[in-house]
Nanobody, 123 residues
């Protein structure tokens, strides 16, 4: 499985971006999907996740209420809508496919990782 994230860029604080993650094959309807990010000099951290049916989502406290994750299994895509962006959201964002069906927040739960997309939020 190859995953490709896109949609990153430079945006001013308070702005919005929508990240997309496309799978090389149709997303397995049995696998949860997640977004993680890594800022310069920091460890990778969980951002958001969605269960295989899309009925369950989870978010880190730092993005809750500002970001929204969604998925389109028919088109093999997962999205991350990011609103009210802050400079501290600046990072490389990665999408990943969970080994299981849930919306877990632990990186070791994820088997496949895409190439990241850079999000830069200016103050």
């Amino acid at each position: 499985v190859q995953l490709q994230a896109s949609g990153g860029g430079l945006v001013q604080a308070g702005g919005s971006l929508r990240l997309s993650c496309v799978s090389s094959r149709r997303l397995s309807s049995n696998n949860g999907m997640g977004w993680f990010r890594q800022a310069p000099g920091k460890e990778r951290e969980f951002v958001a996740a969605i269960s295989w049916r899309g009925s369950s989502t989870s978010y880190s406290d730092s993005v809750k209420g500002r970001f929204a994750i969604s998925r389109d299994n028919a088109n093999g895509a997962v999205y991350l809508q990011m609103n009210s962006l802050k400079p501290e959201d600046t990072a490389v964002y990665y999408c990943a496919q969970n080994r299981g069906s849930g919306a877990g927040s632990e990186s070791q739960q994820y088997a496949y990782w895409g190439r990241g997309t850079l999000v830069t939020v200016s103050s």
